[in-house]
């Protein structure tokens, strides 16, 4: 099947003129409507933090739907900012969308956010993997020596980092989370990362997938710390296969890496603008993305 051609609802970039465009991210856009934000998520995908102008069929509806699966799950760990998913519980001025925003769009509450990342850890990938390396630390927590990369962590950690509005995030240290929103503040968040994460990787791993690491979100609503943005998902998280696992070596995932391979095999400056990606790389990273959410959940996405 040619997802591209057979897929309907395709898309890579949305305009509702009536409502104000709160902003336009590397794979969301949100618009204010009614004292709410609409989130949409489409099928843009970056790598090196270049958005691509080929989209990734489905991306947006299985990061969205992915999201709700854990905010329902989590719901009586952590309130969240979820108000639905469902269009049908959309104001009625949203309707006459409902083709493009069914299963990609989420209704949220307007929440005050707090201005860094919450990242969890339970193996050692990535950029906490390229510091160890260099310090045998991570955001300044000292680790145990001899440590293979995509090696379980001794516990799970807590590594925040900064919010970047281009380019990466930078790790920092929980000190600086501290300096940032307060001491009381920063030791929930970490609570809640550390938490929501071990639930979520509980369950996973019964599903088939490891989840390496996850990067969350939170805000205030209303005086109460709420979890915002996604969750849990193959743009914000690590996920392996766990039948695949091996330590020592880079792991398969269920996300970009068809997407990263192909660049890295055609040397790529990762400057924009990016290439096009060809069909069977947009085909294979559809179904990586699709293959996340029937593990997750048990069932297809329709």
Request: aromatic share 10%; net charge neutral; with cysteine.
């Amino acid at each position: 099947m040619n997802l591209v051609e057979d897929q309907p609802r395709l898309c890579i970039e949305t305009d509702l003129p009536e409502f104000p465009l709160v902003r336009r991210g590397k794979v969301r856009d949100v618009y204010e409507v009614d004292g709410k934000l609409l989130m949409i998520a489409t099928d843009r995908i970056s790598a090196f933090d270049v958005v691509l102008p080929t989209p990734i069929p489905m991306k947006g509806a299985v990061l969205t739907q992915i999201s709700r699966f854990w905010f329902d799950m989590l719901r009586n760990l952590v309130p969240n900012h979820m108000v639905s998913v469902n269009v049908d519980e959309f104001p009625d001025r949203l309707k006459k969308y409902r083709s493009l925003l069914r299963l990609r769009s989420t209704l949220a509450l307007k929440v005050e956010m707090f201005p860094v990342e919450c990242v969890a850890r339970g193996y050692l990938s990535g950029s906490g993997w390229k510091e160890y390396r260099e310090t045998g630390e991570i955001c300044g927590i000292p680790l145990p020596q001899g440590l293979r990369e995509s090696h379980p962590l001794p516990e799970p950690i807590f590594t925040p980092a900064t919010k970047a509005e281009s380019g990466h995030d930078m790790n920092i240290p929980f000190e600086e989370v501290v300096k940032i929103v307060g001491r009381e503040t920063a030791e929930r968040l970490r609570q809640l990362t550390l938490e929501i994460y071990g639930r979520a990787a509980d369950y996973a791993i019964h599903k088939g997938i490891i989840i390496a690491d996850t990067k969350l979100e939170f805000g205030l609503y209303d005086g109460k710390i709420i979890l915002c943005d996604e969750v849990l998902t193959p743009d914000s998280s690590r996920f392996w296969p766990r039948a695949h696992y091996r330590p020592g070596r880079p792991q398969p995932s269920f996300d970009k890496q068809f997407v990263r391979d192909y660049l890295e095999s055609i040397n790529f400056n990762k400057q924009p603008p990016g290439p096009p990606l060809p069909e069977a790389v947009v085909k294979q990273t559809s179904e990586k993305y699709l293959d996340a959410y029937s593990f997750l959940t048990g069932s297809p996405l329709a």
